[in-house]
């Protein structure tokens, strides 16, 4: 069973820095890709980052390329959101989510969190 929650979400001026968590309810990610999303008021859900826990994949949509920096610990069962030279517009609420499939394969996300709220005041 798989029950994401993520932490670490708040109020953070333009230009600081947030690092956002993931956890599985304290048990293992396994092989599971792991990624985050974001949702700004009336906008669609958004892709931020992605991450295999072989390490050797890693992506990030391009608004976030150069300040966002996606990592896992090495016991598999957190996933970090780095997020750096924070602006305005990366104000939303943030998902974290597991895939099942191999990393090649991934075109939809299996499991979501609930979300946590980035606000970043300028």
């Known amino acids: 069973q798989v029950r994401l929650v993520e932490s670490g979400g708040g109020l953070v001026q333009a230009g600081g820095s947030l690092r956002l968590a993931c956890t599985n309810a304290g048990r293992t990610f396994g092989n599971y890709v792991m990624g985050w999303f974001r949702q700004a008021p009336g906008k669609e859900r958004e892709f931020v980052a992605a991450i295999s826990w072989s390490a050797t994949n890693t992506d990030y949509a391009d608004s976030v390329k150069g300040r966002f920096t996606i990592s896992g610990n090495n016991g598999r069962n957190t996933v970090f959101l780095q997020m750096s030279s924070l602006k305005a517009e990366d104000t939303a609420v943030y998902y974290c989510?597991?895939?099942?499939?191999?990393?090649?394969?991934?075109?939809?996300?299996?499991?979501w969190g609930q979300g946590i709220q980035v606000i970043v005041s300028s």
């Open positions: 989510a597991a895939s099942k499939s191999p990393w090649s394969q991934v075109v939809a996300y299996d499991y």
